[in-house]
């Protein structure tokens, strides 16, 4: 472990972003939480829950002080609006490391209208903007870690593996000779959101050539669980649990519908293959990131923080098969590729320590039961997933693995 030192984390109410900051604390780490609370009005506006009963910041800073004696602090800003909030901040705190989570971060509600659009690309990347340009201005030598997405890579099959960011590529010059470069992998976002996740990708890497930030860009996969040993320590620490077609990620809302006998809602052929890690893992690489910065004037630092593929379909057939589900093979909402296949490299966080948590241990079935515990705040009304990609349904994956057409279920 590094000594003890001051960090920032940016979204820290969130799914990620509560559990990160309470390992932190944890280890000895003096950890200051901003956040505007979006997240809560998010839930307001589309009228749903987390499954697990959460309460407000202020109540989880304090019983986590009471248990554990560590203080967590938090700071209402908003960082896309209240740039001279955050520079005043951080001029006057002058963090070691910033931990950057402060973005919308669900593709369907950034697709859900042209009003979700506008609200997840300005959000997203005035926070991003607004957080690099105060770095530069206050002088402050944070190294900044943010939570990007391997959907910045895109789901095409190139029968190749996705390097950690970087690809070396061969440019046929003038005089017929091939100049080496590494560039960003191209940039292919399948949503609104993940594109404002490509155009971080550009801020960083401009204020990492002409400031010399320092900066790591976490490529993250979809993030399955919900307890870290943190949260478990009191059931007023539990982290939030989306199960809604907005904010639900495939695996977690399979287990939920699992628990409350919903048929598992697979998105036309459950062919798409995604990259996947447990929130524990999760926790555990942005801890590794921060304990590896990189030097003053270097290049961007990129890991891919997955540590498993998987097929939806597969998922599906796996969980049906733990808990006698149904499966629904539904109309997929989403333009996405039907069927791809995806290999990742990842052995940088291996090198550093990670030894990750795989579906095979078990977790699937205590996911389960916190479902089960929960399912009384479930309403099964907002289980569906709404939020469509093009307004042209035609255009969407329309029949099942084995090309029976498919009807919505409700
Ligand atoms: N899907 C289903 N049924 C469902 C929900 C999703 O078949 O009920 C399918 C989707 O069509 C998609 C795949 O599962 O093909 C993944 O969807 P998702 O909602 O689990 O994940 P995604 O929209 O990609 O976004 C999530 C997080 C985002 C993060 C991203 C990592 O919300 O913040 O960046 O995972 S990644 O997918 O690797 O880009």
Known sequence: MVSAIKVAVLGG????????????SNAGHEVHILDNLSRRWIDTEL????????????????????????RIHFHLIDLARDYELLKNWLRDERPDAVIHFAEQRAAPYSMKSDRHKNYTVNNNV????????ALVETGVDAHLVHLGTMGVYGYSTVGAAIPEGYLPVGIETMDGATASQE??????PGSIYHMTKCLDQLLFQFYAKNDGLRITDLHQGIVWGTHTRETRLHPQLVNRFDYDGDYGTVLNRFLIQAAIGYPLTVHGTGGQTRAFIHIQDSVRCIEIALENPPARGARVEIFNQMTETHRVRDLAKLISGLAGSEIAWLPNPRKEAAENDLVVRNEKFRELGLDPITLADGLLSEIVDVAKKFAYRVDRSRVPAVSAWTRDIAATINHDPEGRRLKSVS
């Not at 109410?13 to 932190?24: K, Q, R």
């Not at 005035?126 to 340009?133: E, I, M, S």
């Not at 560039?183 to 292919?188: E, G, K, Q, S």
């Open 13 to 24: 109410d969130g799914f990620v972003g509560w559990p990160t900051a309470l390992h932190l």
């Open 47 to 70: 009228g749903v829950q987390s499954l697990t009963p959460m309460d407000s910041i202020q109540e989880r800073t304090r019983v986590w002080h009471a248990e554990t004696g560590r």
């Open 126 to 133: 005035n926070a991003t903007h607004n957080l690099l340009n």
């Open 183 to 188: 560039i960003l992998y191209p940039a292919n």
